[in-house]
């Protein structure tokens, strides 16, 4: 996401590492209009499409598990209790503000510095399932990962990857986000995840948010919606044999009866996508916005399970948005026509917000700097709000504390047991060059 020079001035106090906030930034705008309606969702007109090529895809290559992944984790990144393992992410020249860390997890060196791919969501297996362990033992933890390498348009854009990541051991593994189509020969196929999938068009999507809930994984579609990707859908290109290759870069889809993955040995496609039911109006993040936009994601697992959404706005108030996420679903798969109407939607208190998450009624809300006056970069904060009950209205900051530089999306992990959970920690990735870092750290 894009960051703004922080030139406002913040007072504050630091007590035990918590800061007391005494003032925050001031938006340069006021917030959009909160109507429940304009954040009600639709399943998108070519579902039973996606669906269907989907099902012809599995007949052409092997499924494998998020199990299988993790045995075949590829990379070795670093892992530290009660730290950073990656100091660049949590160092800020201009004060002596700490980050609370309670677990870390880095990348190899070649995924800190590359300039093509820049992290962005973060989801665990605690979303996914309320025991928090898939399969008897695996409890990965997901990042989203943007192209953002120097390409024309359309297939050069190398879209979406989410690395799998074993928090015990450091291990991961990248898997590449497919859209399925049928080519011009009537075979089912794949390409990459773009902002438009027409041949030829479109940038790789922002990806600024993942949320992983049983079987399903909704990623953030900026101008859409969430697109939705299955697990039980995921292609192993080695395992194909003849028919996949994983050493071609350049190449992605069905090509002379040859699977590719940009060389990546796994392909998860897509299999629907919820978009905004109203039309796009007005300019985002001002008053006269209507459509959200669609920046982060997170998960509250407190009482009624609900996906959230919402807007980052460079210098000025966006909006957080939920819906019960079991209405997304039918008899336990996605369904392929109808609306999915929110229930809940809230002006944010700050600017530049990254991620969010809720649990208990509080919201968790992180919040980048960029750069300051000096050109240095700043620590990003990670505001507490005071408990909501209402449906609508504007959230308040209850306490704040630092975050990592670059901070992004947020996962929150209970801890206590899964009849009685109790607050645990909250997730974020950081995402820049040299200074990425996967990291949990306790709300205050």
Request: net charge negative.
């Amino acid at each position: 996401m894009t960051w703004r020079r922080r030139v406002l001035s913040t007072v504050s106090t630091l007590v035990l590492g918590v800061t007391a906030v005494v003032a925050v930034d001031v938006p340069a705008a006021s917030a959009a209009p909160l109507d429940l309606s304009n954040f009600r969702l639709q399943v998108a007109s070519n579902a039973e499409y996606l669906k269907s090529t989907v099902s012809r895809l599995d007949a052409d290559l092997p499924n494998v598990g998020v199990g299988d992944i993790m045995a075949e984790a590829n990379r070795t990144g670093g892992v530290r209790n009660g730290a950073a393992c990656e100091p660049a992410a949590v160092t800020d020249a201009d004060s002596d503000k700490t980050v609370s860390v309670s677990k870390s997890l880095c990348f190899e060196d070649g995924d800190n510095g590359t300039t093509d791919w820049i992290p962005q969501g973060v989801t665990t297996v605690a979303d996914a399932q309320a025991d928090q362990k898939w399969g008897t033992s695996n409890q990965p933890v997901l990042v989203s990962w943007y192209f953002a390498g120097s390409a024309p348009t359309g297939n050069s854009q190398k879209g979406v990857r989410v690395t799998f990541i074993d928090p015990s051991t450091g291990r991961y593994r990248h898997v590449l986000l497919a859209h399925p189509y049928e080519n011009s020969a009537g075979n089912a196929s794949y390409t990459s995840v773009r902002t438009d999938q027409t041949a030829g068009e479109g940038n790789s999507l922002h990806a600024g948010g993942i949320v992983w809930y049983g079987n399903f994984l909704y990623v953030a579609d900026t101008g859409r919606g969430f697109r939705v990707f299955d697990m039980r859908h995921i292609y192993d290109l080695t395992a194909a044999g003849s028919k996949g290759n994983v050493t071609d870069k350049s190449k992605v889809g069905r090509i002379d009866g040859v699977f590719y993955g940009y060389g990546y040995r796994y392909v998860m496609p897509e299999v629907t996508v919820w978009q905004h039911s109203v039309p796009d109006s007005g300019t985002p993040c001002t008053t006269s916005a209507v459509a959200p936009k669609f920046s982060f994601a997170g998960l509250d697992r407190s009482g009624v399970d609900h996906l959230l959404a919402g807007e980052y706005c460079d210098g000025a108030i966006g909006r957080v948005f939920t819906w019960k996420i079991a209405d997304a679903t039918l008899d336990g798969e996605q369904r392929l026509s109808g609306y999915w109407n929110a229930d809940a939607a809230y002006n944010l208190p700050v600017s530049n917000v990254q991620g969010a998450t809720r649990f208990g009624g509080r919201w968790y809300i992180s919040q980048s700097h960029g750069q300051n006056v000096s050109g240095q970069d700043d620590l990003g904060e990670l505001h507490t709000t005071t408990p909501v009950t209402s449906t609508t209205g504007t959230l308040r900051v209850d306490r704040t504390q630092p975050a990592a530089i670059g901070v992004e999306d947020l996962s929150h992990w209970p801890s206590g047991t899964q009849d009685t959970p109790a607050l645990g920690t909250i997730w974020s990735v950081s995402e820049h060059r040299y200074g990425r870092m996967v990291y949990a750290t306790p709300p205050q």
